[in-house]
T-cell receptor, first 113, second 108 residues
Framework: EPEVTQTPSHQVTQMGQEVILRCVPISNHLYFYWYRQILGQKVEFLVSFYNNEISEKSEIFDDQFSVERPDGSNFTLKIRSTKLEDSAMYFC???????????FGQGTRLTVV | KNEVEQSPQNLTAQEGEFITINCSYSVGISALHWLQQHPGGGIVSLFMLSSGKKKHGRLIATINIQEKHSSLHITASHPRDSAVYICAGGGRDDKIIFGKGTRLHILP
């Protein structure tokens, strides 16, 4: 069964450092998403990506965040200068077409210390 | 602004009971996802609905478009069904809005 894979599963980083979270979406999917979930809170939308560009982003997705699809398979989320409040579980998801079933990765737990 | 409201927030039931989790959503949402989040954090898609009813094993999801309401039912519940169940809505804009989730605990 096709699946979305995310690496690493857990990352600990010093405040102010850059992190790159990686995702491999399902190969024939066209829509890609990043979400985050702060411990004990609900899942929040960060950004969507279609046709090699950002299609929607939330207020959370400020200049510290960026996304890329560098090689046609990986989909990355970069946080330039991490803050303590960036500590969360980050989920990648992909969809074949808009408003069809979403497939989620297992998440990357980011801990900023 | 798209919104999704779920109830109840927490639900504890005995093994074998019929479970219902409810979700109300706002006007801009046209597709409704039911997701399951395991204790380890991973999210699994259970259903995507834009109309009618879907069934998979002991899980049933229904949606009433006029009332903007969806329900997730679990028949013959089992302790392994214990998880957080999340309702999430998608609309014409390209994002999914998540409900706060319902924490289900099935007692043996």
């Amino acid at each position: 069964e096709p699946e979305v894979t995310q690496t690493p599963s857990h990352q600990v980083t010093q405040m102010g450092q850059e992190v790159i979270l990686r995702c491999v979406p399902i190969s024939n999917h066209l829509y890609f998403y990043w979400y985050r979930q702060i411990l004990g809170q609900k899942v929040e939308f960060l950004v969507s990506f279609y046709n090699n560009e950002i299609s929607e982003k939330s207020e959370i997705f400020d200049d510290q965040f960026s996304v890329e699809r560098p090689d046609g398979s990986n989909f990355t989320l970069k946080i330039r200068s991490t803050k303590l409040e960036d500590s969360a579980m980050y989920f990648c998801a992909s969809m074949g077409e808009m408003n069809t079933e979403a497939f989620f990765g297992q998440g990357t737990r980011l801990t900023v210390v | 602004k798209n919104e999704v409201e779920q109830s109840p927030q927490n639900l504890t039931a005995q093994e074998g009971e019929f479970i219902t989790i409810n979700c109300s959503y706002s006007v801009g949402i046209s597709a409704l996802h039911w997701l399951q989040q395991h204790p380890g954090g991973g999210i699994v898609s259970l259903f995507m609905l834009s109309s009618g009813k879907k069934k998979h094993g002991r899980l049933i999801a229904t949606i009433n478009i006029q009332e903007k309401h969806s329900s997730l039912h679990i028949t013959a519940s089992h302790p392994r069904d214990s998880a957080v169940y999340i309702c999430a809505g998608g609309g014409r804009d390209d994002k999914i809005i998540f409900g706060k989730g319902t924490r289900l605990h099935i007692l043996p």
